[in-house]
């Protein structure tokens, strides 16, 4: 079993930065593939960034932001970032994050066991 707290959301204006923190509670954390999905309201949780298990030698991103947010890992600390750049208003949503062990980076929600509550990110024009 594996809990997962988020945190590092609030608000921010456009342009701005961002890193979100997502801590892993239970042992085998570099067994698990990592995911970071979001959720605007009225709209579907949607793909945003994975990582690969172990050392996080793979990365995968949605479209939308690549070049501009960066996935990353602390296994030592049982921690996966999230580091989002220039952040405009389409970027305001909920971030969570997902986790499956032995994951091969999915970018389907329902591909990943273990869900946090997610953070609040909200971008101001």
């Known amino acids: 079993q594996v809990q997962l707290v988020e945190s590092g959301g609030g608000l921010v204006q456009a342009g701005g930065s961002l890193r979100l923190s997502c801590t892993a509670s239970?042992?085998?954390?570099?067994?698990?593939?990592m995911g970071w999905f979001r959720q605007a309201p009225g709209k579907e949780r949607g793909f945003v960034a994975a990582?690969?298990?172990?050392?996080?030698?793979?990365?995968q991103y949605a479209d939308s932001v690549k070049g501009r947010f960066t996935i990353s890992r602390d296994n030592a600390g049982n921690t996966v970032y999230m580091q989002m750049n220039s952040l405009n208003p389409e970027n305001t949503a909920v971030y969570y994050c997902?986790?499956?062990?032995?994951?091969?980076?999915?970018?389907?929600?329902?591909?990943?066991?273990?869900w946090g509550q997610g953070t609040q990110v909200t971008v101001s024009s």
């Open positions: 239970g042992s085998a954390f570099s067994s698990y593939g």
């Open positions: 990582i690969s298990t172990w050392n996080g030698a793979h990365t």
């Open positions: 997902a986790a499956r062990l032995f994951s091969t980076m999915p970018t389907s929600a329902t591909a990943y066991t273990y």
